[in-house]
């Protein structure tokens, strides 16, 4: 079966500072995986995907993520962390070929000034 | 480009009445999710379409939520009657049609609180 973890509930990260948020998954086969970002009273949006190819990939508003295989993670990095990137985020796995989309239960990274 | 809308935002109602929300995909989209998302939780999938056709139900709980797709396009979700439990928000999302790797548009959800 497949699963999402994403370990912190909260990441508390300062301004100017690389940030990490973390993600393991379960799934059979080669994963699609994917990172979503949710501000208040707005639905999901899109940051970035791994299908294949290079383990690093870029996305949106700066943000990367790492696929390891091995360690069966993907986190998501961002070299220097702005206030306005406080947000909900969320990892999602999706097994090769499949179409059900695993979500985990998000985690919320909270950027000071 | 217009992105997936939905209506209403927020909903208020008593358990046991009917409640149904509304989404309309991005154009092109053949592929329409329905997700309902507890407090502190992750979107959970309640059903997927293709088109018309609804491929992926098995987490619909079928005694009271239907859904409906008639013209391939926009969607409807009822739940009758509602209960406590029902409170939530309702995403509706949409994708491209394909390999399982496209991405996900989501509308910004009906939140849903029964009294």
């Known amino acids: 079966a497949q699963s999402v973890a994403q370990p912190e509930d909260q990441v508390n990260v300062a301004e100017g500072n690389p940030l990490t948020v973390k993600c393991t998954y379960s799934v059979s086969g080669n994963p699609y995986l994917f990172w979503y970002v949710q501000y208040p009273n707005r639905g999901l949006q899109f940051l970035l995907k791994?299908?294949?190819?290079?383990?690093l990939v870029k996305g949106s508003y700066g943000f990367e993520a790492e696929f390891n295989k091995s360690q069966t993670s993907f986190h998501l990095k961002k070299p220097s962390a702005l206030v306005s990137d406080s947000a909900l985020y969320f990892c999602a796995v999706r097994g090769y070929g499949g179409f059900k989309t695993i979500f985990g239960a998000g985690t919320r990274l909270f950027v000071k000034a | 480009e217009a992105g997936v809308v939905q209506s209403p935002r927020y909903k208020i109602i008593e358990k046991k009445q009917p409640v149904a929300f509304w989404c309309n995909p991005i154009?092109?989209?053949?592929?329409l999710y329905w997700y309902r998302q507890n407090l502190g939780q992750g979107p959970e999938l309640l059903i997927r379409?293709?088109?018309?056709?609804?491929?992926?139900d098995s987490q619909l709980p079928k005694d009271r939520f239907s859904a409906e797709r008639l013209k391939g396009v926009d969607s409807t979700l009822k739940i009758q009657p509602a209960e406590l439990g029902d409170s939530a928000v309702y995403l509706c999302?949409?994708?491209?049609?394909?390999?399982?790797?496209?991405?996900?548009?989501f509308g910004p959800g009906t939140r849903l609180t029964v009294l």
């Open positions: 791994y299908i294949t190819g290079d383990n």
């Open positions: 379409y293709e088109n018309e056709e609804a491929v992926d």
């Open positions: 999302a949409s994708s491209f049609p394909g390999t399982g790797g496209n991405e996900q548009f």
């Open positions: 154009s092109g989209h053949n592929t």
